[in-house]
């Protein structure tokens, strides 16, 4: 006989797109009802990530389609399993870049579900360990497990909280994995989504923060962010006199662009950490490696765990994201404003325009 495990199902709005070269619209999907050990939210705010479009766009390869893009999800907790201990109906919530991991290899068993060995099921597109495909947070409703769910203080705004959730963890993991904090030289490059974040927190950890942009326009958001220090990298003789002054840059940059540039600018001992992923491979130069004895290095998002850390940092130091509010709606017009750098800093979707 065969047998055949049904998981019940209910209809939610989302708002996603059938196939790579097609524009977002409305989508009904199916969650799963919320079992054992599963928090329900009501999503309220979603960021949008440069790597919806990505994804939403199959620009990285292996899309799942139809494709319903989201990882910055924050909103109230509308029901919870009956083994849930943790969460509780009518608290705020959240979910980050990732929903479920092998929970037992060794960067489980460590906190650093991003580097599972057995693969992560990233927020959306990707498949369940119940096979199905995950939607992501451009939608009304999500079903996540208790151990990938985050809790969000209500003393911050919320739709602010919501891009924490991916571009914040993403540049907070690097900077406490290398200690950064005072008596740091701290280079910030690039001032977008995750630029703007990597600023707020290396200055919150006490750093001597120097934003490095390729456009002096971004000068007076530089300070305004907190940045104690700013300059503009086309400049040559600015560059030159900046050559072996910073312990530490965060690489934020997702164009093409050249890293033996910036490795200059590191003292002995200093590291780069990129975490944009332009289209080109860089090739680097070993005499900029070898010179000072400098690291070039990469990080991915956090663990829950740190992602807890990172929002209970937020709550107490008072950070969020600058954000701009759009309806669902706008959603294709707010891709070709990212992919113009047009936004300060980033979009996050209301999601009572969704209802
Ligand atoms: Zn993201
Ligand atoms: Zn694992």
């Known amino acids: 006989m065969l047998l055949i495990k049904i998981i019940p199902m209910k209809n939610v709005n989302a708002y996603g797109t059938p196939a790579a070269d097609a524009m977002l619209g409305p989508l009904s ?4 009802t919320v079992g054992p050990h599963d928090v329900q939210i009501e999503i309220l ?17 292996g899309s799942i389609f139809p494709m ?35 929970r037992t290899c060794v960067a489980c068993a460590a ?7 057995n693969g992560m099921v990233g927020t959306y597109n990707s498949k369940g360990k119940d096979g199905l495909p995950t939607y992501g947070g451009y939608s009304t409703l999500i079903v996540v497990d208790e151990k990938f769910t985050l809790h969000v203080s209500d003393k911050l705004d919320l739709a602010g909280v919501a891009p924490l959730l991916c571009a914040g963890i993403t540049t907070y993991s ?12 701290v280079a910030v490059v690039g001032l977008g989504g995750l630029g703007h974040m990597g600023v707020k927190f290396a200055v919150a950890f006490g750093a001597d923060v120097t934003v490095l942009s390729t456009s002096a326009s971004k000068e007076a958001d530089a300070k305004q962010l ?54 080109k491979p860089s090739t680097v130069g070993a005499f ?6 400098r ?27 600058d954000i701009e509010i759009i309806k669902m709606s706008e959603i294709n017009e707010a891709y070709e404003r990212i992919l113009r750098s047009d936004v300060r800093y980033r979009f996050v979707i209301d999601m009572a325009s969704l209802k």
């Open 45 to 61: 705010f979603c960021g949008v990530c440069h790597s919806d479009i990505h994804q939403a766009r199959n620009e990285w390869g």
């Open 295 to 321: 690291s070039l290095a990469g990080s991915l998002i956090g663990g829950i765990r740190e992602t807890q850390e990172m929002l209970d940092f937020c709550a107490e130091h008072n950070i969020v994201s």
């Open 288 to 293: 900029n490696l070898i010179g000072k004895r």
């Open 29 to 32: 999907i199916e969650r799963r």
């Open 226 to 279: 907190g940045a104690h220090h700013f300059a503009v990298t086309k400049d040559a003789a600015v560059m030159k006199g900046l050559a072996g002054h910073f312990d530490f840059i965060l690489n934020t940059v997702s164009a093409n662009h050249d890293y033996n540039e910036y490795l200059q600018l590191l003292s002995m001992n200093g590291t780069m950490v990129v975490v944009g992923v332009p289209e």
């Open 68 to 102: 319903v893009p989201g990882h910055e999800i924050v909103g109230r907790i509308t029901a919870v399993g009956d083994h849930v201990k943790d969460f509780k109906v009518g608290e705020l919530a959240g979910v980050g870049c990732l929903v479920d991991s092998c």
């Open 111 to 117: 906190g650093e579900e991003q580097f599972c060995d």
């Open 174 to 185: 690097p900077l406490r994995h290398w200690k950064i904090g005072k008596g740091h030289k």
